[in-house]
Nanobody, 121 residues
Framework: QVQLVESGGGLVQPGGSLRLSCVAS????????MGWYRQAPGKERELVAL???????DYLDSVKGRFSISRDNAKNTVYLQMNSLKPEDTAVYYC???????????????WGKGTLVTVSS
């Protein structure tokens, strides 16, 4: 049984910063990648940032230069540092991970329940 739990969402003014965290727990052998998606009202869920186990990264064009994704493999944790936040960043942010459990060779994809980020003055 693997679980992803996000934290760090909240209300922030335009231009402000937030740091999201996601911790994976359970009988985990390896996490191939971890990432953050977001979904705003009336819009499709979109990939915000992705990081591999070797710390290769990819970002949504609109957040490049403002957001930074990182991970701590020893703690099975991924972070999203969000700076210079804009109202259009308002969304529910979801953690996503590709995980191989102990004793297995099969990748299973997991989602967190989401954390709300609201950027407003």
């Amino acid at each position: 049984q693997v679980q992803l739990v996000e934290s760090g969402g909240g209300l922030v003014q335009p231009g402000g910063s937030l740091r999201l965290s996601c911790v994976a727990s359970g009988s985990i052998l390896n996490i191939n990648f971890m990432g953050w998606y977001r979904q705003a009202p009336g819009k499709e869920r979109e990939l915000v940032a992705l990081i591999t186990r070797g710390q290769s990264t990819d970002y949504l064009d609109s957040v490049k230069g403002r957001f930074s994704i990182s991970r701590d493999n020893a703690k099975n944790t991924v972070y999203l540092q969000m700076n210079s936040l804009k109202p259009e960043d308002t969304a529910v942010y979801y953690c996503h991970a590709a995980i191989i459990g102990m004793g297995s060779s099969r990748v299973v994809y997991y989602w967190g329940k989401g954390t709300l980020v609201t950027v407003s003055s």
